[in-house]
């Protein structure tokens, strides 16, 4: 037993949406989370730039004692997961494409066509097709970019004309042209549209890695014998780089009703000493 928080990190608010499936699966956990508010979006930058990043962010987790550190961020998993591994050997480190991918390859079989939707950064990894084919190298996969989602959603862009001819734009040839059935969401901001892409393709199978990378937290946590036990300390505490309304809300909107104690805070990376 281990009452010690999970460190959550994303580029911005979309790793929030892991949130209520954990606490759904494991309502004991306590959880500290960074969400790089100021600096969102990685999609488009530097891979040594998002190195960079993620470096001074799983560092600050490590520092609040956290037990377990996941990367909800598809671009981080896509680029630096082995590097953070080695910079915190003492710690697990998970990232959230693998689960998904072990998700697709039970689900689908060779009469589907799999779409991955992403960042720039996470297409052109193929970090997806790879784990994928290696799982199933007979599933037929396609991916694509689509980069405007990310800022959109943090600007609280969402339920309106504006996101729906953006989805439409990206979305309309590539389901059309390679007739995708099953559309995975290479991005934890992208549940949060969720909504609008099953309103708007109502036949496609979505497979979210927000949800899936909660079984593989659990069977981690479980394995190294760092699950948390009843009556331990509660409270969860949330970072922002920049603590945006956006960021706000959405922390509102998930803890809602549960009673759980919830903080947050301004905490500028680049400031710390």
């Known amino acids: 037993m ?16 892991c949130i209520p499936y954990l606490m759904n699966a494991l309502p004991n956990e306590r959880i500290v989370y960074f969400g790089d508010t100021a600096r969102t979006p990685y999609g488009s930058k530097a891979t040594g ?4 990043f993620a470096f001074e962010i799983t560092d600050f ?9 996941v990367i909800a961020c598809n671009t981080v998993s896509a680029t630096c997961l082995g590097e953070l591994r080695e910079r ?12 998904a991918a072990h998700t697709v390859a039970e689900k689908c079989g060779a009469e589907n066509r799999v ?51 953006s989805v ?12 995708i ?13 969720k909504d609008n892409i099953s309103r708007l393709y109502p036949k496609l199978d979505i497979i979210d890695p927000s949800q899936e990378v909660v079984a593989s937290i659990e069977g981690s946590l479980s ?39 919830v903080a947050f805070k301004n905490f500028d990376l680049e400031a710390r000493v």
């Open 2 to 17: 281990d009452n010690r928080p999970i460190g959550f990190f994303d580029s911005g608010l979309g790793g929030l949406t």
């Open 49 to 52: 730039t998002i190195r960079h």
């Open 61 to 69: 987790l490590a520092s609040e004692g956290v037990k377990m550190i």
């Open 88 to 99: 915190h050997p003492d710690l697990p480190v998970l990232g959230i494409i693998s689960p």
């Open 115 to 165: 779409g991955i939707i992403g960042t720039k950064v996470t297409i052109a990894s193929g970090a997806y097709r790879e784990k994928i084919g290696r799982l199933a190298p007979k599933l037929d996969i396609h991916e694509a970019p689509c980069p405007i989602f990310v800022p959109l959603i943090e600007e609280g862009i969402v339920d309106n004309e504006i996101m729906d001819l």
């Open 168 to 179: 439409r734009h990206y979305l309309d040839g590539f389901i059309a042209e390679s007739a």
């Open 181 to 193: 059935d099953t559309l995975v969401l290479g991005c934890t901001h992208y549940p949060l549209i």
């Open 223 to 261: 394995r190294s014998g760092l699950l948390a036990g009843e009556g331990g300390p509660s409270g969860h505490m949330f970072y922002a780089s920049d603590l945006s309304e956006n960021f706000v809300n959405m922390i509102d909107r998930i803890f809602k009703g549960t009673g759980f104690k």
